[in-house]
Structures are given as C-alpha cells and as structure tokens.
C-alpha cells in the first residue's frame, strides 16, 4: 500500500498539470514500513528527457538531481521510496514503456493520468520481485492534521 498526505496527492497532480503537455516527473520521500510506503515529502523535478517531441510519453530524472534528493532525504532521515509521473492524455497505467525502465521492487510507481491539463486519477504500481510486470497497489489518501 502507498500511503499518500492528501496535500502532496494535490502538489503531485498539480506538478503533471504544470507540465501539460509533457509527463511531469519527481521522487516520493518517506519510510517503508509493514504496510508498504508512507510518504511525507515529495521532490518534483524537470523531465530531462532528451528529445522533446518524446517527451508526452517519456521522462527522465537527471541523475546529479536524484543524487542530490537522495542525500538530503537521507539527512531528513528519509528514504526515496517511489517515483511518480503523469501520464498526458493517457490512463494511469503502468505501459511497457515504465516496465522497461523500472528498477527497484518495492519503489511505489505512482503515476497520474492528466487530460487536457486536468488531472483525472491517480494510480500506483510495484515492481514484481522478477521485474516480470506491475502489480496495483491501493493508495491510501491521508488527511494530515497538525495540532497546535
């Protein structure tokens, strides 16, 4: 399960609003747990994603930037534990494309279906163990409430 605060759900939809209509891409940040991945901080970053006319349907992450999120999650005391990205005018499935270029059982694969710059759903996927496919995970959206 992927454990999602519902004001990072709206950050993560509006990023892949923003980059309408090229898929918009980042890192999802938190702790692994019995239940599966608890996020509590994203990192959006730019689809560096070489050709631009493949862009609707690729993204990339450069790599110095993946780096850089990575060391300061890990001062944070947090651990990458997901990627997201949106899909332009296409469902949030996990397409051969993302299987192809998947690498990490246990990362959650959130990807989120944008259609004429609106976003539409949210879904998410995990890596099977072979890498042989994708299997669903359930999101679970969370209120945050801050006590004063």
């Given at each position: 399960m992927l454990t999602l605060?519902?004001?990072?759900?709206?950050?993560?939809?509006?990023h892949g609003i923003d980059a309408y209509p090229y898929e918009g891409c980042g890192l999802l940040l938190g702790q692994h747990n019995e239940t599966g991945n608890v996020v509590v901080a994203i990192r959006p970053m730019q689809n560096v994603w070489p050709v631009e006319s493949?862009?609707?349907?690729?993204?990339?992450i450069d790599e110095?930037?993946?780096l850089s999120a990575e060391f300061e999650a890990m001062h944070d005391?947090?651990?990458i534990v997901g990627i997201f990205h949106s899909h332009p005018d296409h469902p949030a499935m996990a397409s051969p494309r993302d299987l192809a270029w998947a690498s990490w059982p246990g990362y959650s694969y959130l990807i989120t279906e944008i259609r004429g710059g609106k976003a539409l759903a949210n879904r998410s996927w995990q890596l099977s163990h072979d890498r042989s496919g994708f299997v669903e995970e359930e999101i679970a959206i969370v209120t945050i409430v801050v006590s004063s």
């Open positions: 605060p519902s004001d990072l759900t709206q950050q993560i939809e509006q493949e862009k609707p349907e690729r993204f990339r110095k930037e993946w005391g947090l651990d």
